[in-house]
């Protein structure tokens, strides 16, 4: 049942995930080709872009809720990767 419940989280999960990142992404570029680049070699950079540029919280916080989706999901699945 924890499994089947996990899946539940890990779905939402992986999209907001991936739709914040994208989006982060998109404003990046929109911003200059650098700030783009550096996003897309280096996704840390989007924590900087995101205090450089105050539009940029909504993506970072959905791609942060998205993380924490998928963290309660593997927990929940038991695919804690370690072991």
Known sequence: ??????T???IPGYLLTFLGGIWMLIMAFR??????????????????FAFRHLRAFLPLIVT???LVFL?????????SGSG
């Open 64 to 66: 942060m809720v998205g």
């Open 8 to 10: 539940l989280f890990l």
């Open 31 to 48: 911003n200059g080709i650098g700030w783009g680049l550096l996003i897309l070699f280096f996704p840390p950079g989007a924590l900087i």
């Open 1 to 6: 049942m924890s499994q089947f419940i996990g």
């Open 71 to 79: 963290i309660i999901g593997l927990q929940l699945t038991g695919q």
